[in-house]
Nanobody, 121 residues
Framework: QVQLVESGGGLVQAGGSLRLSCAASGSIFSFNAMGWYRQAPGKRRELVAS???????NYADFVEGRFTISRDNAKNTVYLQMNSLKPEDTGVHYC???????????????WGQGTQVTVSS
């Protein structure tokens, strides 16, 4: 079992910034990647960013250089620094663990409870 606890969401005006954190615990030794997804009301959950234990990062096209994912392996924690936020970034943001293998990410076995990000116009 893996436990994921997110924090750092909130309400911010367009153009503002937020930093999300996710602390992982439990049987995480078999996973070599962590990621952030988001889900807006009525929409599918979508990948925002991911990072491997070696620091290889990947971002969704809509990020457009505004977000930075990072991790502290000693603390089993992943961060998402979000700058220049837009109203369309609003949604519940979820942390997940997974595997990076042969150039592809595999997520979805474990999810955090989610943290709400709301960006007002």
């Amino acid at each position: 079992q893996v436990q994921l606890v997110e924090s750092g969401g909130g309400l911010v005006q367009a153009g503002g910034s937020l930093r999300l954190s996710c602390a992982a615990s439990g049987s995480i030794f078999s996973f070599n990647a962590m990621g952030w997804y988001r889900q807006a009301p009525g929409k599918r959950r979508e990948l925002v960013a991911s990072i491997t234990s070696d620091g290889i990062t990947n971002y969704a096209d809509f990020v457009e250089g505004r977000f930075t994912i990072s991790r502290d392996n000693a603390k089993n924690t992943v961060y998402l620094q979000m700058n220049s936020l837009k109203p369309e970034d609003t949604g519940v943001h979820y942390c997940t663990v997974g595997k990076f293998y042969r150039g592809a990410y595999y997520f979805g076995d474990y999810w955090g409870q989610g943290t709400q990000v709301t960006v007002s116009s």
